[in-house]
């Protein structure tokens, strides 16, 4: 068998997380149209046992955050998840948002890219959005950095030449072991997935402002024959962000567990019983102890 790892990175918003389910064919990484929607590195295991005339193949791919100038240490942990990851992986995956122009935060991305040794493969997102005009600006750009042993144009939406990248992808496996079971998609824990399926419903219902300010932590998770207790703690850091993720009556909480019920019973296969609680911790972003409590921080 063939195997090896892949780290996706990426600015925020390029699509990264959505491309992992599309090639995984299921949802294990949460997806929104806000940045910095996902903060941990996701695990996504791709296994083929037909590949290769049946020898067969297993890809892992560690779907990073998206990499961005800081604004607290939340912030720097997130970016330096992602970019520690570069030298751990058989091949890097730089997604590009085809919809926006080149800018400095692309520049200071490749910058970093150019510091790492490992093979690099370059694919332009969101294709289908895009003209063909600025399309071939934005791959002359890549193009001529030098750093890409392929560039490619796709959409991880509409599953558009998603097969042609997994091809050059394969190429890059060598002789391994199977790391994990054919049927296994991801070996994030249970409790990791939970909560970012709550965080999912969180940035989903909630205004442009508290997104950012806002973390999920399992408390309580029980299980028995025919129910699975769960108590989670949404954090958030001002006392007006409790009161607007609570709603009027109680009504908008109610609607984000009830969202977040539905699919946590849909990955578990059985029947939840969802308890949210909101506390406030003021700065929580700067508090070195949270983020590692929150593993938002490599140990």
């Known amino acids: ?91 890097v995956l730089l997604l590009v948002d085809g919809t926006k122009e080149f800018g400095k935060g692309d520049r200071k991305l490749l910058d970093i890219l150019r510091e790492v040794k490992t093979p690099k493969v370059c694919a332009i997102n969101k294709t289908d959005l895009v003209k063909p005009e600025d399309f071939a600006a934005l791959y002359k750009i890549y193009e001529e950095e030098g750093l890409f042993d392929e560039i490619y144009g796709i959409s991880a939406k509409k599953d558009l030449n998603v097969t042609e990248l997994m091809k050059t992808l394969k190429g890059y496996m060598t002789e391994g072991p199977m790391y994990y079971p054919a049927d296994q998609a991801t070996n994030d824990p249970v409790r990791f997935l939970v909560s970012e399926i709550i965080r999912e419903k969180l940035l989903l219902y909630l205004d442009q402002e508290v997104p950012h300010g806002v973390a999920v932590e399992i408390e309580s998770y029980q299980e028995t024959e025919r129910l699975v207790r769960i108590g989670a703690v949404i954090y958030c850091e001002r006392p007006s962000h409790k009161g607007i993720i609570i709603g009027k009556g109680g009504r908008k909480l109610k609607g ?44």
């Open 1 to 91: 068998m063939k195997s090896g790892f892949i780290g996706i990175v990426g600015r925020p918003n390029a699509g990264k997380s959505t491309l992992l389910n599309c090639i995984l064919g299921e949802k294990i990484a949460i997806t929104s149209d806000k940045p910095q929607t996902t903060r941990n590195r996701i695990t996504g295991i791709f296994t083929d046992l037909e590949a290769d005339g049946g020898s067969g193949v297993q890809m892992i791919f560690l779907d990073t955050p998206g990499i961005h100038r800081p604004k607290n240490r939340l912030g720097e942990a997130i970016n330096e998840t992602a970019i520690n990851t570069c030298g751990g992986v058989d091949v």
């Open 256 to 299: 984000i567990g009830k969202a977040a019920r539905e699919e946590i019973e849909e990955l578990l296969g059985t029947k939840v019983y969802l308890e949210l609680f909101v506390k406030v911790r003021e700065h929580w972003r700067d508090d070195e102890r949270m983020i590692r409590s929150l593993g938002y921080k490599d140990e």
